[in-house]
Nanobody, 119 residues
Framework: VQLVESGGGSVQPGGSLRLSCVGS????????LAWFRQAPGAERESIAT???????AYRDSVKDRFTISRDNAKNTLYLQMDSLKVDDTAKYFC??????????????WGQGTQVTVSS
């Protein structure tokens, strides 16, 4: 199982970025997927999840600004980030776990992509 993120970068407050995560080595459509982030000195936090039925859930701090989606035909997970804030600065990771299994206990992680929001 392998996950590779891309799409990070530097952006001004109020700007947008779209992260992608391509999965390989597993049946993508049968896995629940998630985006996490970790800021310097902080713990890794879950920000958005999407299950095999494309039901989504978001951390309150990103709700209405971020959108998680998946394209099973392309084995790709996305995170559209709008109205970015300085506090969104972090390294962003995608994760995958078999449907119904704990992401924390059974998740596979990508290497992360850096997002920096500054003026």
């Amino acid at each position: 199982v392998q996950l590779v993120e891309s799409g990070g970068g530097s952006v001004q407050p109020g700007g947008s970025l779209r992260l992608s995560c391509v999965g390989s080595g597993f049946t993508f459509s049968l896995y629940s997927l998630a985006w996490f982030r970790q800021a310097p000195g902080a713990e890794r936090e879950s920000i958005a999840t999407i299950d095999t039925e494309s039901e989504t859930a978001y951390r309150d701090s990103v709700k209405d600004r971020f959108t998680i989606s998946r394209d099973n035909a392309k084995n790709t997970l996305y995170l559209q980030m709008d109205s970015l804030k300085v506090d969104d600065t972090a390294k962003y990771f995608c994760a995958a776990a078999p449907s119904g299994w704990s992401m924390a206990d059974h998740g596979t992680w990508g290497q992360g992509t850096q997002v920096t929001v500054s003026s």
